[in-house]
């Protein structure tokens, strides 16, 4: 195909102009763009971006590396889709766009394939993500990882191998579908009717987490389903330019779970939330799934948002441990001093939690796919702040990418790790001893960063701060 | 610009500091304002003042223009590239250089973003009141060429009333300092005030020096819903009348309040014809008597509701809101045209009436929202730039309601500066002596006129007729 064939045929598939023309180039969203930070670049802002990809579209402009550059430099982050008043789509124009330069020659067809590959083969089937978990577990126990070293495959994907190795959360040596029961029931009554929808990375690198929120769940009253048929949400697929894909996974889900009677549809994962609460508008035109789409969207529920609105009530040991002021105690610990128990629901007010001594310096970082996609941004800390002992610090910058974003910080990892840099370095300013996040990605990049930039602090999901606070 | 001279400006700023791919012309070939655009030669981005002397040195040699430019956020194409023009970017000049508490001053470099700054000096309780709605994104710099008003003008005036003291490079390449710390001083022309408001026509900006005050301890901000129009701008006539002066009033049409609604979700009243955002601040008692005061100004005119705002987060929600105003309104329509025309307090009302008339008149939806305190209004038309007939209209709607204000004793552009956009205006309003007399100024200053030629006047026939929907409308810019 002749090159200008070549080019017209990828611009059709760039979004239609009504999208394309809603940016008024007003500069709102400079602010909060963390590679316009980076760069002062007008190239590498949301704003630049929008207008090439505008000119690209119209055929005003060739794509050339420097687009192509830019537009994976981006983060995908969504920030500037949150600070614009205009309404303006980015993260479909990003996502489209990306689609296209992967077509064109400035980005290796190997990469392109190994990318598709590595998201439909191994992220979106569970027996093949539980097989590279367990390579991986078996590759940090042993040492794997000089033979593997030695045969270049990661190469392609950065060249800092051996830095991304620590990327990879340890992994939990149980995956957590297996111990999940299909239907869970709590010890009392049934107050909520709910599913429960495991993730995919949640199910095998952060495998306890997800026991975590059952178990915490079944306290608040949760009778839980999970369908065993249910599959990965499709997110990473989408926003890397396959969304033919990822939207036969949103339809096998919608069937794993239109089977089951349910209230709420539980997600820990701020990216399975987001796009799972999409399925609605993604599906929109297709005749047979559009109403069950809806359906399913409706009821999705990120955990702290459930918590925050449902206000269910927990029995906490209100004094964690009368020994260590500042560490989280170990399980030992926690059973030698639970003498002092108090029912309360969540989120409590303040008055209640004042009451307890403050001994948990907590601080929390906003996923970009809750705060920003969901619009999650208060929930969570509110019920932090309600939880007793918990000395809560508000983090600067809390709603700034850390970098993980999707895969980027595998493929980009040197422009991931600049902006882990700042993170870090305002989680080190809160002086807090743990940092809650609600997303595998970004506690996989925050852990990384503890260990890089030598920053002591503890990196939890929120569920899993509760759950050590529950009585035992 | 022939390759001797790029070469030539390459090797002065670096070449990791000069960009001329077309990537980057492209995204420097607008700034805020709809409409303009024009591709540069080349974009720089100078370390020193050694280096912007030089390439303005160059450009009195080499025949080109240079176009100063901030976060490119300026509403009259201020920053907008010119033929055959370099632009100079100003944005990495971002240091705070001193905080002077003792004679409450602050040395800023240009490209100092206006909210970085105030959260700095806040921290030491003092205060630099100029927030314009995009005090999150744009520069001291661009405030002081464009000098910038804001939410809190009312009370605390535009940024004119801060600025002491300016370093900046002449078109020849010299380096002029002017003012200083000292609050009174009449050696001589006021040059400083001269150079604010220039709009990057007679000097790049290096250096500024900034009046600070004591932050004010108490504030209240209120909310005032209104059925009517009409009944919003007479509260704000009596609150002025009665001698309050709240540090902020501002002014939200329905078609305002459902745009910005839409976007923040914050229980904005959406069948309300209008609503006034108020605050009253200061340190002491009189904080709560003048909001009492308000409130029964506003009952007096029909308001509907008022609520107070809890606290200082619900405060900051609420300007936030009305900051997002503008961009808010192109979520009902691509183009938005906004305007800046300014009346006398007392002749709101009127004002706020012939906007309506005008949209009725030339069948356009106009948003309407500003600094009612102020008297400065943004009717901002809800356009769409590639239909040439709704272009039009527009324009039509616009010479109006210009006409109209100057009737009444206004003015075309209370804060945003004349630039490109509203440059055929300006003789109605400063006449012709008045014109002529900054011309010559120019003419004395910039010699060879490529200081960001063609903004705020022009010599060459001046563009009739419709605003210009395409690029290759656009006539040159030379003088
Ligand atoms: C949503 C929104 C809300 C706004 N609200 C307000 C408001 O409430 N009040 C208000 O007054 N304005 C407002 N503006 C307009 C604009 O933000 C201001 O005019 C601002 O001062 C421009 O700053 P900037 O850094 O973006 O400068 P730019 O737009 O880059 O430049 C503005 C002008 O300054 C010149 N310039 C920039 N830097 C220098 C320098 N170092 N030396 C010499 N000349 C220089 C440029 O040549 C140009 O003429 C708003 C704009 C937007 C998009
Ligand atoms: S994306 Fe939104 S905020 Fe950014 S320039 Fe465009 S309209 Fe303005
Ligand atoms: S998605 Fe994030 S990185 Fe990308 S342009 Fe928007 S704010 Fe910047």
């Not at chain 1, 840099?421 to 809160?430: A, S, V």
């Not at chain 2, 003042?49 to 509403?75: C, D, H, M, W, Y």
């Not at chain 2, 002749?347 to 929202?369: C, Q, R, T």
């Amino acid at each position: 195909m002749s090159k200008e064939i070549q080019y017209k045929e990828l611009l059709k598939i760039l979004p239609d102009d009504d999208i394309l023309q809603q940016c008024i180039h007003c500069g709102m969203c400079l602010a909060t763009c963390p590679t316009y930070e980076i760069t002062k670049l007008e190239r590498s802002s949301p704003r630049g971006r929008i207008k090439m990809i505008k000119s690209v579209a119209r055929g005003e402009m060739e794509m050339s590396r420097i687009f192509a550059d830019e537009m994976n430099f981006c983060l995908d982050c969504q920030a500037c889709e949150t600070a614009c008043p205009a309404g303006v789509q980015y993260g479909r124009m990003i996502e489209t766009a990306r689609v296209v330069i992967d077509q064109t020659e400035y980005v290796s067809k190997f990469s392109v394939e190994i990318k598709k590959f590595v998201l439909r083969k191994i992220v979106a089937s569970r027996n093949g993500l539980k097989i590279v978990s367990r390579f991986l577990w078996i590759y940090q126990k042993t040492g794997l990882q000089k033979l593997i070293r030695a045969t270049g495959i990661l190469k392609i994907f950065s060249k800092n191998l051996s830095e991304i190795e620590t990327l990879s959360p340890l992994i939990a040596d149980k995956f957590s579908d297996t111990q999940i029961n299909e239907i869970e029931l709590p010890t009392g009554e049934v107050k909520y009717k709910t599913a429960f929808h495991f993730g995919c990375l949640m199910n095998t690198m952060f495998a306890d987490i997800n026991i975590d929120t059952i178990d915490v769940l079944k306290e608040c009253g949760c009778k839980i389903i999970t369908p065993k048929d249910q599959v990965c949400c499709g997110s990473l697929m989408g926003h890397n330019g396959d969304m033919e894909f990822a939207l036969k996974l949103a339809r096998k889900n919608i069937d794993a779970f239109e089977k089951h009677d349910y209230d709420f549809l539980i997600s820990n994962s701020a990216g399975c939330g987001a796009f799972m609460k999409d399925y609605a508008h993604l599906l929109e035109d297709d005749p047979d799934y559009a109403e069950k789409a809806k359906r399913f969207s409706s009821k999705v529920k990120d955990v702290m948002e459930f918590f925050a609105e449902q206000k269910p009530e927990l029995t906490f040991q209100s004094v964690i441990s009368k020994e260590s002021s500042t560490r989280l105690p170990d399980r030992q610990a926690e059973k030698s001093s639970s003498n002092d128990i108090q029912q309360i629901s969540l989120p409590i007010n303040r008055d209640r939690n004042d009451n307890h001594k403050k001994n948990q310096n907590v601080t929390y970082h906003d996923a970009c796919h809750l705060i920003h996609a969901q619009k999650i941004s208060t929930q969570p800390r509110e019920v932090i702040k309600s939880l007793p002992g918990v000395e809560y610090t508000e983090l600067e910058e809390a709603s700034w990418c850390c970098g993980s974003a999707g895969i980027y910080n595998v493929v980009r990892y040197d422009d991931a790790v600049k902006q882990l840099e700042r993170k870090m370095n305002n989680i080190k300013n809160t002086k807090a001893k743990i940092v809650l996040t609600g997303n595998p990605g970004c506690m996989g990049q925050i852990k990384h960063g503890t260990q890089k930039f030598n920053v002591d602090v503890e990196v939890l999901h929120p569920v899993t701060l509760i759950k050590r606070m529950l009585k035992k | 610009m022939d390759q001797y001279t790029a070469e030539k400006l390459k090797s002065m700023v670096g070449a990791k500091n000069y960009f001329d791919s077309k990537e980057d012309k492209l995204v420097y070939s607008y700034d805020g304002t709809p409409i303009y655009q024009q591709l540069p030669e080349a974009v720089l981005f100078p370390q020193d003042e050694e280096q912007i002397s030089q390439i303005l040195k160059l450009a009195n040699l080499e025949k080109f223009n240079v176009v100063p430019r901030g976060s490119g956020t300026g509403l009259s194409g201020g920053s907008i590239p010119v033929d055959n023009s370099v632009v100079v970017v100003m944005t990495r000049w971002n240091k705070i250089i001193e905080i002077d508490e003792d004679n409450l001053t602050a040395w800023v470099q240009p490209g100092v973003i206006t909210r970085a700054l105030q959260k700095e000096v806040e921290k030491l309780g003092l205060f630099y009141p100029p927030d314009p709605g995009s005090l999150n994104v744009c520069t001291i710099g661009g405030n002081v060429a464009n000098n910038a008003g804001g939410l809190r003008g009312l009370k605390y005036g535009v940024t004119k009333n801060y600025v002491l003291g300016v370093e900046m490079i002449l078109p020849n390449g010299d380096l002029l300092k002017t003012g200083g710390k000292n609050m009174k001083d009449v050696a001589g022309y006021n040059l400083r005030d001269f150079i604010v408001g220039s709009e990057g026509t007679i000097g790049i900006v290096t250096k500024i020096l900034l009046k600070l005050i004591p932050k004010p301890t108490k504030s209240i901000t209120l909310l005032i819903y209104f059925d009517k129009l009409t009944d919003a701008g007479k509260t704000v006539s009596d609150i002025i009348a009665s001698h309050i002066v709240p540090s902020m009033m501002e002014f939200l049409d329905n078609t305002t309040i459902n745009c910005v609604e839409d976007y923040t979700n914050i229980g904005l009243p959406r069948n309300s014809e209008a609503i006034l955002l108020i605050e009253v601040d200061g340190r002491g008692g009189e904080v709560q008597e003048d909001a009492e005061l308000i409130r029964k100004i506003a009952v007096k005119n029909n308001a509907s509701a008022l609520k107070g705002a809890a606290n200082e987060e619900e405060a900051f929600v609420l300007k936030t809101a009305r900051r997002s105003a503008f961009s808010a309104l192109a979520r009902k329509m691509p183009t938005t045209i906004l305007e800046d025309a300014t009346v006398p307090r007392s002749e709101l009302p009127v004002m706020i009436e012939k906007v309506s008339k005008a949209a009725k008149m030339f069948d356009v939806i106009i948003g309407n929202f500003g600094h009612a305190g102020d008297g400065n209004l943004h009717p901002t038309c809800l356009t769409d730039e590639r239909d040439s007939k709704a272009i039009e209209r527009a324009h039509l709607a616009f010479d109006f309601i210009f006409n109209e204000a100057i009737k009444l004793g206004g003015t075309i552009s209370g804060e945003h500066g004349t630039g490109l956009a509203k440059k055929e205006f300006l003789e109605k309003v400063a006449g012709p002596v008045g014109v002529d007399m900054m011309k010559k100024i120019k003419k004395a200053i910039d010699e060879n006129n490529i200081l960001n030629p063609g903004k705020i006047f022009t010599i060459s026939p001046k563009c009739e007729g419709i605003l210009p929907a395409k690029r290759e409308q656009i006539k040159d810019f030379h003088v």
